[in-house]
């Protein structure tokens, strides 16, 4: 058996079509994930209004789920710990890294400021 030696344009269209499988391959793929991911987010949702209450992972006390930030990452989408916990923890953080905090609030505030002066600058111009 001898192979059919194939001519450029020949070799170009068979190229292309092996792309083109991938192409649908990779897409058939990516519509599956997005389905599942929309699975996903809906039977959270359907979990957080079912939810009433949530247990702190904290304070360890039962509270409305209104109590709770949104979390879309949980099977819930909602933070394991209370909004009162969580500020309590944020503030600690804070104080037992102040420098840290310091050094981003200021590179934040420069940021901000140099955003505010390049905007001036541009209305300027026009």
């Given amino acids: 058996m001898s192979r059919k030696k194939l001519t ?3 070799k170009i269209q068979s ?4 792309k083109a499988a ?3 391959a990779f897409l058939k793929w990516q519509s599956k994930q997005t389905a599942a991911k929309r ?3 809906e039977l959270a949702d359907l979990a957080r209004k079912m939810a009433v209450t949530k247990i702190c992972c ?3 006390e039962e509270k409305p789920v209104e109590e709770f930030s949104k979390n879309a990452g949980s099977v819930d989408a909602l933070q394991s710990r209370c909004k009162i ?3 309590a923890a944020s503030l600690s953080w804070q104080r037992h890294n102040r420098a840290r905090h310091n050094a981003w609030n200021r590179a934040r505030y ?5 955003a505010a002066k390049e905007k001036k600058l541009l209305e300027e111009q026009e």
Avoid: D, P, V
């Avoid at 190229?15 to 092996?18: E, G, P, Q, T, V």
């Avoid at 420069?110 to 140099?114: C, F, N, R």
């Fill in 15 to 18: 190229a292309l079509n092996k």
């Fill in 58 to 60: 904290c304070c360890e």
């Fill in 85 to 87: 916990c969580a500020a």
């Fill in 39 to 41: 699975a996903a987010k």
């Fill in 110 to 114: 420069a940021a901000k400021k140099l």
């Fill in 22 to 24: 991938q192409r649908r």
């Fill in 8 to 10: 450029a344009e020949e």
